[in-house]
RNA sequence: GGGUGCUUAGCUCAGUUGGUUAGAGCGUCUCGUUUACACCGAGAAGGCCAGGGGUUCGAAUCCCUUAGCACCCACCA
């Protein structure tokens, strides 16, 4: 074995092991299903540290359940992402001299050049995967936009629209000018600009002013709302002004609503039904009040005034009807003020531009409307499944961890309006709706006939993003894979998506399955750079994984990933993190390199006899480590879990234990050795879920199987058979030597001459001799029978043997003794406040015996080192 | 405006239902080691757990409150 562990050199090919073996197909496994499914990234470009994250906590799930004997399926995939990857190519092509790709290519053209860009990155994505060592089954690799998911999408889109709960609406919805397309609300990312606020009037004999940041869209409004109960505007209610505003005439109602905030400015509010959410269902209610306000369009799909707006602004920009509104305002003198604000608009997660409130028709899916033959909305049965589980069954329950984000997810579901699913880009799936005439056909087949169109839109990503956990299982057909993995069993994502996509999973599988698509999400935090900033493109602080894997290997990576980090927390990224980590998989090579490299006969050991106390301590210890670990991951602590192996790996194991092996191994060295390789390998498996690669080509040496399989290990407590322990003396004493010396602040390096004097044990002392000196690292002076206590000495007492160590080579007696008073104040102190604690009788009482018994145990222990500190103190 | 999270060692963060001198990694300092590992070992320094109040025998942990930071949601026109 090499010195040092480089995982170039042993990574791809591992990998290729791993899946030629096929254990990655749940169709060689036994046992118990637990499914997965991954989050599909994006064909946008190549994974970014987050995936990397999503890829380590699934597989360390997948590893650990597969290796406790479950039947384990982690589907692979990516998502056609529709927006955004026909607006990266779009944008591409842009920059390549292309100002127009639509027009320029046409769709079937352009779609062909998304499609290729799709596959090609694609593809690189799946090689990323592999790269992390994640042992996704590649046989059962899914698209959102491959033939079978499509067919879902066709499937689940016909079901809604024949219980009514897809409907094509006219309505206002967001609009970007720069993709031409609709956006749903959950895509807009709000950005704070600055922006001006003006107050006006209509015009000189309209009997009050109104604010907006938005001049232009006033040339549509048809009616000014005040709260209901605002007595200034009483008396206007109902009437109908007619002003000429600009240029344009406008009919204007006065109406009312409890929306309007009277505090806020003047307390009355323009309504421009066609341009703003808010508006547009005023006019709504009020056209089911019997009492219709007109809607008038004056911006069109391309962001310039329309027709409506007459000859004097029609053809304008939005940037430029505002100017000049806003110069006639002044001219007229109707302009009140003028202030600087700061506003939150909407703008299009991937076109980047400002959206507008446009009237258009559009599909929907919705949310408020009762399910035919179910007496429950959609909504309910997105909020029931959190709550108390899907049809009120607790064995149905979507379990969130951590907790809080359900709260958040109520708060959203509560929000919720309907969604718009129709998209105008070509890349995606489309909506499976013909027309003729005035003919509408919605079915999975085309119609038959001729004269029928196709509706051109497409739909949002997330529509088929929804139904992920289950058409990655072969739905609508009733496969096997269906019967067996579903609902599946685990699923993590980060909390940004939880309302894009797992609202939307519980959605859709509810309705469509009548089934959870999950037991358990696991909310995974942000990974942000050493400053606390966002990964982002354009802060161009972006970190390919794959350069780090190349660079530390997979493993190291991994665990930098988990370690430190708490579900649902933000965590920062740094390159020190996984060196720590690149160091922690090269001492676990060498702590296995040098038990391998130095032991007889490498084997298998099947049970263990402690000899010492140091065995018995490290085994127990170990014990107690699986233990904590089979709780840790049933929890989903990954990072306790990681953490727990570590300190184990390298504080007991390798620090302290190793060297006391070394010693051991010459009065026994077979026992000695196969207690080394019977933590070794154990310890592989509890390590392989978080390092896979490393383990797995340390594990060569004891098996010739892959350890990726079921291996009770990892749950199971070590077998030790009781051991004779005749070395517990020796240890004792050993111990006892190094305490001495560290009492006393002896450089360890020097070899101090100690004196061991006893009558019985004398013999059995000179017996282990060499064993104590190479253990203890000390120089044994003589050993007596009877003890006369040396000058300037001090001295311990192991058991009924009483070990004295010169004080030659201590460091500087005065400055010892000023800290060794300081000591001793501060255990004194920590004396009396625990005699007090034990002398209160209230505490007495109410405290747990457990409590009490090691407050006891703890006075105790003072007591000794108090004793100690003054001996101590008065040899000095 | 509503909500959530965070504030713990120089830095990055753990701390499971309250349980008794508060932990890790990195960094710093001292000493040592080069036949498992300098990607090493033995030690040390460093914390009124953001401030204040309360509940309790006992609070980093529960409650109230103040401040700062971050994020999410919402129709301040």
New binding site residues.
């Given amino acids: 074995m090499p010195?040092?562990?480089?995982p170039q050199n042993y990574e791809d090919a591992i990998y290729s092991a791993w899946e030629e073996s096929g254990f990655f197909n749940p169709d060689h496994l036994e046992g118990e299903p637990f499914s997965v499914m991954m989050p599909p990234p994006n064909v946008t470009g190549v994974l970014h540290l987050g995936h990397a994250l999503e890829n380590s906590l699934m597989d360390i799930m997948i590893r650990y359940q597969r290796m406790c004997g479950k039947k384990t399926l982690l589907v692979p995939g990516t998502d056609h992402a529709a927006v955004a990857t026909q607006a990266r190519v779009e944008k591409n092509l842009v920059k390549e001299g292309h100002p127009h790709p639509r027009e320029e290519f046409g769709r079937e053209k352009l779609l062909e050049m998304i499609r290729a860009y799709a596959e090609q990155s694609k593809g690189t994505i799946l090689t990323q995967i592999r790269k992390m060592g994640t042992s996704a089954d590649w046989s059962r690799l899914a698209y959102t936009f491959d033939e079978a998911r499509s067919k879902a999408v066709t499937e689940v889109f016909v079901k809604m629209y024949q219980d009514g709960l897809i409907y094509r609406g006219h309505r206002v919805v967001n609009w970007s000018v720069k993709g031409q397309s609709t956006c749903s609300?959950?895509e807009?990312v709000?950005v704070d600009r600055p922006?001006k606020?003006y107050t006006f009037k209509y015009s000189s004999d309209f009997p009050f002013t109104?604010?907006?940041?938005?001049p232009e869209t006033k040339l549509g409004d048809t009616a000014v709302a005040v709260?209901p109960s605002d007595e200034r505007y009483q008396k206007y209610l109902g009437q109908t002004f007619e002003v000429n505003f600009c240029g344009v005439s406008l009919k204007l109602r006065v109406i009312a609503d409890e929306?309007?905030?009277?505090?806020?400015?003047?307390?009355?509010?323009?309504v421009?039904p066609a341009h703003?959410?808010?508006d547009f269902e005023m006019y709504e209610k009020q056209k089911a009040l019997g009492e219709e306000i007109a809607l008038i369009e004056v911006i069109g799909t391309d962001g310039h005034m329309t027709t409506q707006t007459g000859e004097r602004y029609e053809g304008l920009s939005v940037e430029e009807a505002r100017e000049k509104v806003v110069a006639c305002l002044k001219e007229q003198g109707l302009l009140v003020s003028e202030e600087e604000?700061e506003?939150?608009v909407g703008s299009s997660d991937r076109f980047g531009d400002v959206v507008e409130a446009i009237p258009l028709t559009q599909w929907f899916v919705a949310v408020n409307k009762e399910i035919p033959g179910r007496g429950k909305t959609l909504k309910e049965l997105m909020k029931e499944a959190v709550t108390v589980g899907h049809q009120g069954d607790p064995e149905k329950k979507v379990r969130i961890t951590p907790e809080?984000?359900e709260?958040?997810y109520y708060?959203?579901i509560d929000?919720l309006r309907d969604w718009c699913i129709s998209r105008q880009i070509w890349w995606g799936h489309r909506i499976p709706v013909w027309y003729r005439g005035e003919e509408v056909f919605c079915g999975k087949e085309n119609p038959e006939g001729d004269g029928w169109t196709q509706d051109p839109d497409t739909l949002d990503t997330w529509f088929s993003s929804g139904l992920w956990t289950f058409s990655t299982l072969g739905w609508p057909e009733q496969t096997n894979d269906f019967r067996t993995f579903y609902p599946t069993t685990w699923m993590q994502m980060g909390?940004?998506i939880l309302?894009f996509w797992m609202a939307r999973m519980i959605l859709m599988s509810t309705y469509v399955l009548d089934e959870i698509p999950f037991k358990d999400v696991y909310i995974h935090?942000m990974l942000?750079d050493?400053d606390?900033q966002?990964f982002s493109k354009s802060l161009g602080n972006g970190i390919d994984p794959i350069e780090v894997v190349n660079k530390y290997g997979a493993d190291a990576l991994r665990f930098s990933l988990i370690?430190?980090?708490?579900p649902?927390?933000?965590?920062?990224f740094?390159e020190?993190?996984v060196?720590?980590g690149?160091?922690l998989?090269?001492?676990l090579w060498?702590?296995s390199?040098?038990v391998l490299?130095?032991v007889e006969n490498v084997q298998a050991v099947a049970s263990v006899k402690p000899q010492t106390a140091a065995d018995q301590w490290i085994l127990s210890r170990f014990s107690e480590v699986v233990e904590k670990m089979t709780?840790?991951m049933k929890?989903y602590?990954f990072?306790?879990a990681g953490?727990l192996l570590?300190?184990f790996t390298?504080?007991d194991f390798?620090?302290?234990y190793?060297?006391i092996a070394?010693g051991q191994r010459q009065t026994d060295k077979e026992k000695t050795d196969a207690i080394l390789l019977f933590i070794l390998e154990r310890l592989l498996v509890l390590w392989h879920p978080f390092m896979p690669f490393v383990t797995e080509e340390i594990w060569k040496q004891f098996e010739t199987d892959t350890m990726m399989i079921i291996h009770p290990w990892v749950t199971d407590l070590p077998s030790v058979e009781e051991g004779e322990n005749k070395f517990t003396f020796v240890q004792d004493c050993i111990v006892a030597i190094?305490n001495l010396r560290?009492q006393y602040?002896v450089?360890?390096?020097k070899f101090i001459e100690a004196v061991i004097v006893h009558k019985d044990k004398a013999l059995f002392l000179r017996e282990q001799e060499a064993l104590i000196k190479q253990l203890a690292r000390i120089n044994i002076l003589k050993i007596e029978e009877s003890a006369e206590q040396p000058e300037g000495s001090v001295s311990t007492i192991v058991g009924d043997v009483k070990i004295f160590v010169p004080l030659a080579g201590l460091v500087d007696g005065e400055k010892e003794k000023a800290k060794l008073e300081k000591e001793r104040q501060?255990?004194e102190q920590?004396l009396a406040?625990?005699e007090q604690?034990l002398s209160?009788r209230?505490?007495l009482s109410?405290?747990?015996e457990?409590?009490?018994e090691?407050?006891k145990e703890?006075k105790k222990?003072?007591e000794k080192?108090l004793n100690t500190i003054i001996e101590q103190i008065n040899f000095l």
């Fill in positions: 010195k040092a562990y480089e609300d959950d807009l709000y922006a606020l109104i604010a907006t940041t938005r709260h929306g309007v905030d009277p505090l806020f400015g003047t307390g009355a509010l323009g421009t703003s959410g808010v604000i506003q939150s809080r984000f709260k958040s708060s959203w929000h909390y940004e309302f935090g942000r050493k606390g966002k370690a430190g980090v708490s649902g927390n933000d965590a920062k740094y020190e993190k060196e720590a690149q160091h998989v090269n001492k060498n702590i390199r040098f490299t130095s709780l840790n929890n602590e990072s306790a953490e570590r300190d390298w504080n390798a620090d302290w190793l060297e070394k190094r560290a602040k450089e360890p390096a501060e255990v920590y406040s625990l604690k209160n209230d505490f109410k405290a747990p457990q409590v009490v090691s407050l703890k222990e003072a080192k």
